[in-house]
């Protein structure tokens, strides 16, 4: 069993922010402490994370009630977006029309100068997740990522092509669900849940 959590609210959206390390707001830590009491009485064998803070903050609070401490790991970080990282948005739709113009669904394919796309993030992502379900298989993890990591790894499961990659949503501090089976598919219990203030 996989707990997939999406980081909560950050505390500015007015960068392009991917590998940027931005920080939590007041409701993105509300909406990580909510996570970590939903998870507090689920068995968890091991907590990971992506090493970016906003990621790695969540991971140390639901693995804080379980006597864990998180484990980070870089392939778990969302999309790098190149030459956009950090640049204000409205400075980038002045300088870089072109770029800052993209729609998240141009991602699959479209890789930013410097950055990547969601293929590049699938390649690094899917080895990473698949060795820690491996290790520990028949137990239950919570994986703290991002948007594009949890699309990735929901869409895999739920058994979608990649353009259908984009037709859920993945809300800040929601909680997903995947049960993996052996010999069938991956079954999605629950998707894009948040859990409200306790």
Request: with cysteine; charged share 20%; glycine share 8%.
């Amino acid at each position: 069993m996989l707990y997939l959590v999406r980081h909560g609210e950050v505390a500015s959206r007015k960068r392009f922010y991917g590998h940027l390390d931005v920080p939590l707001s007041e409701a993105g830590l509300a909406q990580m402490e909510a996570a970590a009491d939903a998870l507090a009485g689920q068995p968890l064998a091991a907590v990971y994370a992506s090493d970016l803070s906003r990621a790695a903050l969540g991971a140390e609070r639901i693995a804080a009630r379980h006597g864990l401490s998180p484990i980070l790991d870089p392939a778990f970080r969302e999309m790098s977006l190149g030459e956009l990282e950090g640049v204000l948005i409205v400075e980038a739709h002045a300088r870089l029309p072109e770029l800052a113009s993209k729609r998240y669904r141009d991602m699959w394919s479209y890789r930013f100068p410097g950055g990547e796309n969601l293929m590049d993030v699938a390649a690094r992502l899917f080895p990473a997740l698949d060795a820690r379900l491996a290790e520990h298989a028949g137990q239950t993890l919570a994986l703290v990522a991002h948007n594009s990591v949890n699309r990735l790894a929901l869409a895999r499961a739920l058994g979608l092509p990649e353009g259908q990659v984009f037709d859920f949503d993945q809300d800040f501090g929601c909680v997903n669900r995947i049960r993996y089976e052996a010999g069938a598919a991956a079954r999605v219990q629950l998707l894009n849940w948040t859990p409200g203030p306790p």
